[in-house]
């Protein structure tokens, strides 16, 4: 839906080596719109071919955007480096403009929405003039399935194009489901910088000064201004499958979600399927691919970042698809330690952002080796490094939001229904936080709305005060979707709430389980190994779903079921846990809870009255229970 009344503007001619679709009358009038505002000297519609994509790459290539890797060591793949002042989500310009405030509510940026399209307006006129409009058609999901969401997104980016092939299922099959009435999310974004007649293009063009990204809920629409980079770029990701996703999924009754996917099998063969909200850079794409520890349980991964989940129902419950067809994942920290699976899935086809350059003509990152490898190494800001200097301004190597773009079919730990376009029955929902004091390793939620609670209330610390006295800087991330629900977050907590009525069998519904991986003791060292050693929480939690009634695996707590130390497997790990270690990894300090209970009521307060009194409830509860005990 054009938001602009178009300038009187013929629609460019298409150029020669793609061809514009003859029915889809809806999109083409889309598309002329966009081109009448825009001005591109070119529309090319994207097929999605390989041909195409090559023939994208080589030019990349030859214009010294993207940068070969040696063929040898990492075939077909790429090195891009950003403009430094364009190198992640820019949150502070990215806003929910809603007919009124209050639909976008507390935790979103907003301004009058029509304030707000005069403001695109002079941003987008003519800003594609010396440039091509690419057209992406794209399907978020399986194409075809009932889960899916289609979008369209228009950009003067062919690097986003390259970036979008390997992110969603894009290109003419996408039009075949559309159809010609068919609903699509409009997505436009450029990267701002019209070009004049033999003007030379920049490696990395970008407008920061007029940086913004923006959605209007009601109409589902998607402006991006001045950003090339990720989820200010790639509008599938976090623009529309999350911000505009759970706008759409709040209307149908259902969730869309910032959570890994992942199918986990038990020595005895039984296989379950977790879904995971962690804050970002909390860990999701390691639990995704993690290489359990424990013999005999196996872990496959659907999706590392986003989640849709729908009521199935034929079988109850809820099934899941990952509407992603890639994986857009922090570079820094990935290494065959922490994410062997991850280490494999990039060895060829993938795109990095903002990563070093070994003089090998390989990429490297900070946590990838213990140490930088030998010789001449090119920093993410293309200066070269010389390690016999250690000149301190040139570091880190790689920036610390750099990113491998990859395709997940080529990850060896996929799972086998990774694209099934009826999704995955969801047993448990896991919440986490980045917590050095007060949360346990893990506890599983006393019912539905506990859960909601507890999923209202992930937080992270960055610096924890000392055991028993005031808490670190606890900063709240609830969901793990601050910053990418599309609508007042109080109301998000509702819709939550709202999921036993909307299912025939509320038994049905995913057990709700929280984790913490980051305890640390007074050292600050911390205690739990993590990584593989996370499947024998994942065992926990699968021998709960088959043992409900069975009381050695937990104890009762005010803040739900805890396992009992002998319910937990450590077998190979008793050395780093004993000497007390799990018994605090599993304690629950009453006293520390109670202001965790006050720091949640502070943080509901800019709900006002949007904020359920359901989940009041909840919290009361919970203080009730942590003063009885
Ligand atoms: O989009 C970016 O600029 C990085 S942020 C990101 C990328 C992939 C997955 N998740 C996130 C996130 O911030 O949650
Ligand atoms: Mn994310």
Redo the contacts with the bound molecule.
């Keep these: 839906s054009a938001s602009f009344q178009p300038a009187e503007h013929p629609l460019h001619h298409h150029d020669s080596h793609s061809t514009a679709p003859t029915t889809h009358a809806k999109l083409i009038e889309w598309v002329r719109a966009q081109a009448a505002l825009l001005e591109p000297d070119h529309i090319h519609w994207c097929s999605g071919t390989q041909e195409e994509n090559e023939a994208m790459v080589q030019d990349l290539v030859q214009k010294g955007v993207m940068i070969p890797l040696n063929e040898k060591l990492r075939p077909r793949s790429f090195l891009t480096r950003t403009d430094p002042a364009d190198v ?2 820019s949150e502070g310009s990215t806003y929910i403009c809603s007919q009124n405030k209050e639909d976008a509510g507390p935790t979103n940026n907003w301004i009058d929405p029509q304030e707000m399209r005069g403001q695109l307006e002079k941003s987008f006129r003519g800003c594609m003039r010396g440039r091509t409009m690419y057209v992406i058609p794209f399907s978020m999901g399986p194409i075809g399935s009932p889960l899916a969401r289609i979008g369209v997104q228009v950009t003067d980016s062919p690097f986003v194009v390259v970036n979008m092939r390997i992110m969603t299922r894009m290109g003419e099959k996408v039009l075949d489901v559309l159809g010609d009435e068919g609903e699509f999310v409009p997505c436009v974004h450029s990267v701002g910088r019209p070009l004049a007649a033999g003007e030379k293009d920049s490696l990395w063009p970008c407008n920061i000064a007029e940086r913004k990204v923006v959605h209007f809920p009601e109409t589902r629409e998607i402006w991006s201004f001045g950003s090339g ?4 770029s790639l509008l599938g ?2 623009c529309l499958a999350l911000r505009i996703a759970s706008v759409m999924a709040r209307d149908e009754g259902s969730l869309a979600e ?1 959570m890994l996917i992942l199918g986990l099998t038990s020595p005895a063969g039984k296989k379950y399927y977790v879904a995971a909200a962690f804050p ?1 850079a909390c860990g999701k794409t390691n639990l995704a691919m993690l290489q359990p520890t424990l013999p005999g349980w196996k872990v496959e991964v659907v999706g590392d ?1 986003i989640n849709w989940m729908a009521i199935n129902r034929k079988e109850g419950g809820l099934y899941a698809i990952n509407p992603e067809a890639g994986f ?1 994942g922090v570079a820094p920290g990935t290494s065959s330690k922490t994410n062997p699976n991850a280490m494999r899935t990039i060895e060829h086809d993938t795109v990095f952002t903002n990563v070093a350059l070994t003089d090998q003509g390989d990429v490297w990152w900070e946590g990838m080796t213990k140490h930088h490898p030998e010789g001449k190494i090119t920093n993410w800001k293309g200066q070269v490094w010389d390690s016999t200097k250690s000149d301190k301004n040139m570091l880190p190597l790689a920036h610390p ?1 750099s990113r491998f773009t990859v395709s997940l079919e080529q990850c060896p730990a996929k799972d086998p229904a990774w694209d099934d376009p009826n999704g995955v029955p969801i047993s448990a929902i896991i919440f986490g936080g980045r917590r050095e004091t007060t949360v346990p390793l893990v506890f599983e939620t006393k019912d539905w709305n506990h859960g909601v609670l507890v999923g209202a209330t992930v937080a992270s610390e960055k610096t924890a005060a000392a055991e028993g006295s005031d808490l670190g800087q606890l900063r709240f991330d609830p969901f793990a979707m601050l910053p990418f629900a599309g609508y007042n977050m109080g109301d998000y907590f509702g819709h939550w709430l709202s999921m036993p009525e909307r299912v025939a069998d509320p038994s049905k519904l995913p057990r709700i389980f929280h984790v913490n991986w980051f305890r640390k003791d007074e050292q600050g060292s911390f205690m739990w190994p993590g990584f593989g050693d996370n499947s024998r929480v994942l065992k926990w939690i699968v021998d709960r779903l088959e043992n409900p009634e069975d009381k050695s695996l937990y104890k009762s707590t005010p803040i739900g079921y805890v396992p009992k130390e002998t319910a937990l497997d450590l077998t190979g790990i008793e050395d780093q846990v004993k000497g007390g270690v799990i018994q605090k990894l599993l304690e629950v300090n009453n006293s520390a809870y109670l202001s965790e209970v006050t720091k949640a009521r502070e943080y509901f307060v800019q709900f006002g009255r949007r904020l359920p009194n359901k989940l009041t409830k909840e919290l009361n509860d919970l203080e009730e229970r942590l003063r009885k005990n």
């Design positions: 992640a989500r980079y990720g989820g200010n990701k976090k910032h970002s970042d857009f939001n």
